[in-house]
């Protein structure tokens, strides 16, 4: 059986950067909805930290989460996230229940 993968992505904008991190978190959750082993892609804001971010992802597997990583949204999100935010992100397997 095939684990399905999730993605958990926290972002702390750079100071006066917040605007360009929510726009090109914005851009990215658009084009990594459209990829075909995408199960979901939300961007959520956390309520007591302006600015900061969280991104919450969902892979029918590691195939596709590695098929994302190789698209150019993500290579063009990797040349600009780090002048914009500090990030922890966590990759994570289901767990059989």
């Not at 993605?7 to 990829?35: N, Y």
């Not at 971010?53 to 994302?68: K, P």
Request: charged share 20%; net charge negative; hydrophobic share 45%.
């Amino acid at each position: 059986m095939t684990s399905r993968l999730k993605v958990i992505a926290v972002f702390t904008p750079k100071p006066g950067h917040e605007t360009d991190l929510e726009q090109l978190l914005q851009g990215m959750a658009v084009a990594s909805r459209k990829e075909p082993g995408n199960l979901h892609y939300d961007l959520w804001r956390q309520l007591d930290a302006p600015g900061h971010l969280v991104i919450d992802e969902l892979y029918v597997n590691a195939a596709a989460n590695e098929a994302h990583r190789a698209s150019a949204h993500f290579r063009n999100y990797l040349s600009i996230i780090d002048g914009l935010a500090d990030r922890t992100v966590l990759v994570l397997s289901d767990v059989p229940a």
